[in-house]
């Protein structure tokens, strides 16, 4: 009988595999054709500088409209693309449109006078390639893009590679004037040293630590450290997925200067991001 359960069992993980293997190949099957047939989209969501609660910038962030599945999320589809070197062309993709519709944003008329930086996430498989920091820098100049504009997020799982490369890498960038900002900050592995020694511009604090700020004192110690730090550090500091009044109201009295989160906007389509620009007084629950 045990043996009997034992090989069904077998037999029901095996399936479940096969299931899997499956629609993996499908998934990187269909993302192989994703860019050529332009079912990818960037949504775009605000960052608020606290004091003035103006919208200063903007984050790319990724989304295929699958002709079948619908939306798919980047967390359905980073690693896949990673993993088959996908992410390569994707990125290459994503960084050329970020910067073509910013700079679009900044020559229509549309009370967008203070958006100054547009963010675009990094994959440490993008960021490994040798060529990295070359495509970068020809895709600002083709696109008319004033460099300082641009942020690029790096995630500490990227910089802790091959140190000595990440920092070359990681200063042509910022002599090139483009803005460096440390992802998910607090949830790697890097040290004190790592930040001492890594050019970068902003920091921005995982969306774990600000979730139970106000209720979890240790999360709010942790929060006034980071704070305290990066101002010794002279980064500018982001504070990631903000949605209540008080998390904000606790960042803002600790000298945190820009957050993102659902408080002001989730990330939302071009034309929806348009319509935050120009009704931006309504539009931001910190008001
Ligand atoms: P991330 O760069 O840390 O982006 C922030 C994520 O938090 C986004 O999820 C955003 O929608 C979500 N978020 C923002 N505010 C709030 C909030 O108030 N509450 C909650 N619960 N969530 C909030 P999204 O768009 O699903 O992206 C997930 C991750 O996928 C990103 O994390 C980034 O690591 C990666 N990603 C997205 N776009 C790209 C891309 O173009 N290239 C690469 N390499 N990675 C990307
Ligand atoms: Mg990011
Ligand atoms: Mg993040
Ligand atoms: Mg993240």
Redesign the pocket.
Same mark, same amino acid.
């Given at each position: 009988q045990a043996k009997k359960e034992g090989r069904n069992t077998t037999r029901f993980y095996q399936e479940e595999m096969d299931q899997w293997i499956k629609k993996r190949l499908f998934l990187e099957n269909a993302l192989r054709s994703a860019v050529k047939n332009n079912e990818l989209e960037?949504?775009y969501?605000p960052v608020i500088e606290m004091k003035t609660k103006l919208i200063i910038g903007a984050?790319?962030?990724?989304r295929w409209n699958h002709p079948e599945l619908g939306l798919i999320?980047?967390?359905e589809m980073?690693e896949i693309a990673e993993e088959s070197g996908l992410?390569v062309g994707? #990125?290459e993709w994503?960084l050329r449109e970020a910067c073509t519709q910013f700079v679009r944003w900044r020559a229509e008329n549309l009370r967008q006078s203070h958006i100054d930086r547009i963010a675009?996430?990094?994959?440490a498989v993008?960021f490994r390639q040798s060529d990295f920091v070359d495509k970068v820098i020809r895709t600002v100049a083709e696109t008319g893009l004033v460099p300082s504009m641009l942020e690029l997020?790096l995630?500490e799982s990227t910089v802790i590679d091959n140190i000595d490369i990440v920092i070359d890498k990681m200063n042509r960038l910022r002599h090139a004037g483009i803005g460096i900002s440390m992802?998910?900050f607090g949830t790697g592995y890097s040290s004190l040293g790592y930040l001492k020694k890594l050019p970068f511009t902003t920091l921005?604090i995982d969306?774990s630590f600000v979730r139970d700020i106000v209720s979890d004192t240790d999360d709010a110690a942790l929060v006034e450290t980071i704070l305290s730090m990066a101002s010794i550090f002279k980064f500018d500091v982001i504070a990631? #997925?903000?949605?209540t009044i008080e998390q904000f109201k606790f960042l803002e009295s600790h000298g945190c200067q820009y957050f993102? #989160?659902?408080?002001c906007s989730?990330?939302v389509q071009v034309k929806h991001f348009e319509e935050l620009l120009v009704h931006e007084i309504q539009s931001c629950a910190a008001q």
């Open positions: 960037l949504y969501q984050e790319a962030l990724l999320m980047p967390d980073i992410i994707i #990125g994503v675009v996430n990094v994959s993008q997020e995630t992802d998910d921005k969306r990631e #997925g903000v949605e993102q #989160g659902y408080l989730k990330p």
